[in-house]
Each structure stands twice: as C-alpha cells, then as structure tokens.
C-alpha cells in the first residue's frame, strides 16, 4: 500500500511538474520532407504564432528521407517531453504502417496523436478528349471501355495512387495505374494524352484547367469546397468516396498529458487568427483544429481505411 501510494504521488509530483515547467526550452517541429512544399509551408506559417502562445522559440526542422521514416525515426527517440514534435501527411502517419510494417519506427506505437493542422482536397481531371463531363460519365466510359483506360499519379504507393485505386473499388472500374516520378511529369503526360485521367492537386491542375488543357470534373472532399467553385463533389456521382491529403502533429509515446494540451491549445490558437488563415488558405489548403483524441481516432480510422485499399489493390512499395 505505501508503495503504490509513493508511486502515484511521484506520478502526480511529475505531471504537476510537467505542467509547470513545459515548454522549458525551445520546441522543434520535425518534417520528412525538402523545404518549399505545402506542409513545409504551412509549418513554417504557424512556426512564429505558436512561438508567441507558448513563449518559446518554435524551430522547424527538414530532414528529408526513407518516406519520412527518417524524420519519424529522429523526433521517436528524442526526448518524450514535447520538445520535439513530428509534422507529417496523411502518407506518413496512416499509410506507412500498411506500407512498411516492419519500419523501426511505427505510428501506433511510438507516437501520440497531438493535432491535425490542415487538409486539403485533390481534383480528378480529365485529358479534353475524354467524353466526361463528371465522375458519373467517367466511370460509364472507363466501363465500356474496359481494359483501355489508364490514370496516372505522382509515384507508386503515393496517396495520389491509392485515390485511384479507391475510386477503382468503390466505383468497380479496372483503370491502370501509370506510376511516374512526380506530379510534373504525371500532369504532363495527362496534358499531352499518353494517360486518360489523374487525381492531384488543385495548385497543380487548376492553372491546366483555366488554360484549356485539362478538364476538371470532380474534387475529392465530400462537400462543396469554396476554393473550387462550381466543381462537385465526387461523392455526388459515387457515395461515400473521399480522398483529403491531410497534415497532423504528433509527439513521442509517454509525452506528458499537459505538454500535449499545451502544443494542442497552441496550435488551435494559431489557426483561429485571421491572418494565419488568411495566409494558408491562399495556397489552397484549409487549416483544421481537432482535439488531440479526435485526431488519434482520425488517424486509426484513416489507416484502416487505407489499409483495405492497399491489400485490396495488392499494392507494394521498395
């Protein structure tokens, strides 16, 4: 009995503590990729705001590498006080698991789910020579077409990738896929009709659209989206599909309870002033605020999820 009363009051003496004294030091936000891309931006965007809240300097960190693994690997072993953090995408932290289940670094295990900080949608664009004005008409003509059809995407196993393959299973079409190096040059082939049709992003096809080159007939939320006007829903044509590119923080497993709160609050404060919304939402990303254990359920909804399509789709990386 006065063991386990020492144990409980030296686990209180230390949360009380943690409260107290968190952030005691400046707090690294880690992200697994090269600088310039959206959730570098984004971080980047929020970095001073969040530095202001919790009256620390916020540091962001690239390490690019190993699909983020490298990154992930770094922030896992660091510290668990909240000091070090982890920014990642809907790839890294609900795709991964299925892709690399025997990765030294694992979501469920190592991390704690901290918050989701933006989503965004792709659009599905056509080459103007197919006859589809909307979802509906594509996968009629993928359909009588048979065989024919082919889509392309940023890269095998990319989330562009399994957009396909989940409009595949849901809709009960047979498009191929058509794996390239990159965004750039899977639009270009689009553009130049070697691939019928491809899911990206809006920053990347829309400019296409406006200019004549691509046609696009649907958007990958499940609602309306402002910064797309006119362009429906792909759910409208094929209930219950949706595709959202998403960024998340997450923190080491054992990171106290209040440095948690503390960042979550931080960042829902963050995205709540109008000029950090303002400023992301011009690149055509909308800022998001959950609870830490909305998020946590978000991403273990999201990896089963995705898990069903890659096993689905007999999808492997290297």
Do not use: C
């Amino acid at each position: 009995m006065i063991k386990t009363l020492i144990g409980v009051t030296l686990a209180l003496t230390t949360i009380v503590a943690s409260a107290q004294t968190f952030p005691g030091k400046p707090v690294r936000i880690v992200i697994g990729f090269p600088p310039g891309g959206g959730i570098d931006s984004v971080t980047r965007i929020m970095g001073p705001k969040m530095s202001e809240i919790l009256k620390q300097p916020v540091v962001v960190e690239n390490k690019p590498g190993g699909n983020a693994l490298v990154a992930m690997a770094e922030v896992a072993k660091s510290g668990a006080d909240g000091h070090t953090l982890f920014v990642g995408t809907s790839g890294n932290l609900a795709m991964s698991p299925t892709f690399f289940p025997n990765a030294p670094v694992r979501v469920d295990r190592d991390f704690v789910a901290v918050a989701q900080t933006a989503t965004l949608p792709f659009v599905l664009v056509v080459n103007p020579k197919v006859p589809a004005q909307n979802a509906k008409e594509l996968i009629a003509w993928i359909k009588s077409n048979s065989g024919k059809v082919n889509y392309s995407s940023s890269g095998n196993g990319s989330t562009l990738h399994l957009a396909g393959e989940l409009f595949n299973g849901m809709a009960g079409t047979s498009a191929t896929h058509i794996a390239y190096k990159g965004s750039a040059p899977s639009i270009a082939d689009l553009i130049g009709g070697h691939v019928h049709f491809a899911f990206d992003a809006p920053s990347l096809t829309m400019p296409q659209v406006k200019a004549g080159k691509l046609r696009a007939i649907g958007q990958t939320a499940q609602t309306p989206v402002a910064s797309l006007p006119g362009l429906a829903p792909i759910a409208d044509s094929l209930p219950g599909f949706e595709v959202l590119n998403w960024y998340g923080m997450v923190a080491p497993k054992g990171t106290p309870a209040p440095a948690i709160q503390a960042i979550a609050q931080a960042v829902k404060l963050t995205l709540a002033d109008a000029d950090i919304k303002a400023r992301i939402s011009t690149l055509g990303i909308d800022p998001v605020t959950t609870t830490p254990e909305a998020f946590g359920s978000f991403m273990k909804s999201e990896t089963t999820k995705w898990a069903g399509v890659i096993a689905r789709a007999q999808i492997k990386i290297n």
